[in-house]
């Protein structure tokens, strides 16, 4: 099978191509070649696993940019029953790069809110390689006030390059529109879980990512900027995006260690595309276990924590 292996994944990849190979000989033959097959095999999860524990900072960049990784309506479909997708800002229009709706995960219902990149060209222009205009965080912020209103718990899935800088995005309030889907986040008054997918920068992440647990899968990326946008403005050539991915420190276990994510999650070998299943059960998972203590806890409460867990950031340990 064709994972679409990124270029450090060369080794990976010949390896693959000579079990397909293999997988093509004929039954009838006269070698038996399934031990091959499994050696191969064997050798490929211990050659992945082996690369995949020294990974720079700009390879998790690109794995977390892959073009197979799951999106929000991937993990919908795997994680959550009932969903029932809600649509426009009652303003402008339907951004359909922020997707949301209410749902039910086990005996929780819930309102979902999150990006959406697209595969083909069709979905990525639908979905504007998921980078959200005013009316996407507008809509945002209408399904958690109506979350509020019926008291179900927000769960958010970021994955984004960023908000559009477009001259529409512009004339609309992009910088607006962000700010006020921020300051909403902080104050509704029912549980936030949010959950980095895939690639989180800039504003266009943080506009959803005020919450009460914050987690990130194992390969995912959190940060103000892209890589190739910091490399640009401090060394005036986005060549220099591994620098600049190794110097903001954007993958899941640095920021763990910071304080700045709650849990990170764990990936399948290979990452989340290799196995979509196995990533979707971890992540219920743990939106399953958040549910359960964040629902117990009296609302002021929630808020106050809220409220210091956001100052916490940036203090000296």
């Known amino acids: 099978m064709n994972h679409d292996y990124l270029s450090f994944e060369k080794p990976i990849a010949e390896l693959q191509a000579k079990i397909d190979e293999l997988s093509l000989v004929d039954s009838d033959s006269s070698i038996n070649i399934n031990d091959e097959i499994e050696n191969l095999k064997t050798k490929s999860d211990k050659l992945t696993e082996k690369i995949y524990s020294k990974l720079s900072p700009w390879q998790v960049c690109q794995v977390a940019r892959h073009p197979l990784r799951p999106y929000t309506l991937d993990y919908i479909k795997h994680i959550f029953t009932d969903f029932e997708e809600l649509h426009g800002d009652r303003l402008f229009g339907d951004d359909q790069s922020l997707i949301g709706g209410i749902a039910k995960i086990e005996s929780y219902s819930v309102m979902i809110i999150g990006h959406q990149k697209g595969r083909g060209t069709n979905e990525k222009i639908k979905h504007n390689f998921g980078m959200p205009r005013p009316e996407g965080y507008r809509k945002a912020r209408r399904l958690m006030e109506l979350a509020q209103k019926f008291k179900l718990p927000v769960l958010t899935f970021i994955d984004t390059p960023g908000a559009y800088p477009g001259m529409d995005s512009e004339e ?146």
């Open 172 to 317: 609309r309030g992009i910088n607006e529109a962000i700010a006020k889907t921020m300051a909403i986040m902080s104050r509704i008054k029912v549980p936030i879980i949010s959950t980095v997918t895939g690639e989180a920068n800039s504003g266009g992440a943080i506009a959803i990512g005020i919450a009460d647990h914050l987690s990130m899968l194992q390969y995912s990326t959190y940060t103000v900027i892209t890589p190739e946008g910091c490399a640009t403005i401090l060394w005036k050539s986005p060549s220099k995006a591994s620098e600049a991915a190794e110097s903001m420190g954007v993958t899941a276990n640095r920021l763990h260690k910071l304080g700045i994510v709650d849990e990170v999650i764990h990936e399948p070998l290979g990452g989340a595309h290799r196995d979509i299943v196995s990533v979707s059960e971890s992540i219920k998972k743990s939106l399953v276990e958040q549910l359960d203590k964040l629902l117990r806890i009296d609302v002021e409460e929630l808020l106050a924590r809220r409220y210091n867990r956001l100052m916490s950031y940036g203090l000296d340990s």
